[in-house]
Structure formats: structure tokens, C-alpha cells
């Protein structure tokens, strides 16, 4: 069960999500995920393809955070902040 905290927790991330400036980093992290794919496709060692894929995969987690705050939300049926 979720505490009062864990739930102004979550209306204070849905409400970051609505700004200009979470969009536009969400732009930027999409921007820098396909930079680390494409060097990736470069790299010279597999130690190079691993660290920019981790690079990649933490910039989607963060431009996912969103959709993955939504379906927590719906996991534990709390209401939306509309």
C-alpha cells in the first residue's frame, strides 16, 4: 500500500511531465540515445558497445519515466491528478 508521500510523489512527477522543460529533455535524451546507437555501431570493443548501450538504456528509462509512472499508477489504482 502506498503512503500519502508515495502519492504526492507520483502527482509531483505527472505534473514535471507537463512542462516545456521536461519536454525539451526529453527531446534532447532522444537526440543522444541515437548519437550513442550510431557510435555504438563504430565502436572498436565490445566494452565500448556495452558501456554505450548502458548510456542508451538509462536515457530511455528516463524518457519512459512517464509511461512507467502512468502504469505504476494503474498497478496500484490510485487516482489520476486530473
Known amino acids: ?4 508521500a508515495d502519492i504526492d510523489y507520483y502527482d509531483d ?5 507537463g512542462t516545456r522543460g521536461w519536454k525539451h529533455l526529453c527531446e534532447e535524451a ?16 565490445y566494452e565500448q558497445v556495452c558501456y554505450l548501450r548502458g548510456q542508451a ?5 528516463l524518457v519512459n519515466l512517464a509511461e512507467i509512472t502512468a502504469t505504476l499508477r494503474a498497478q496500484h489504482e490510485l487516482p ?3
Open 80 to 82: 489520476d491528478d486530473e
Open 13 to 17: 512527477l505527472e505534473s514535471m511531465f
Open 57 to 61: 538504456e538509462q536515457l530511455a528509462r
Open 1 to 4: 500500500m502506498l503512503t500519502d
Open 30 to 45: 532522444r537526440k543522444q540515445i541515437y548519437q550513442f546507437q550510431a557510435e555504438a555501431l563504430e565502436a572498436k570493443s
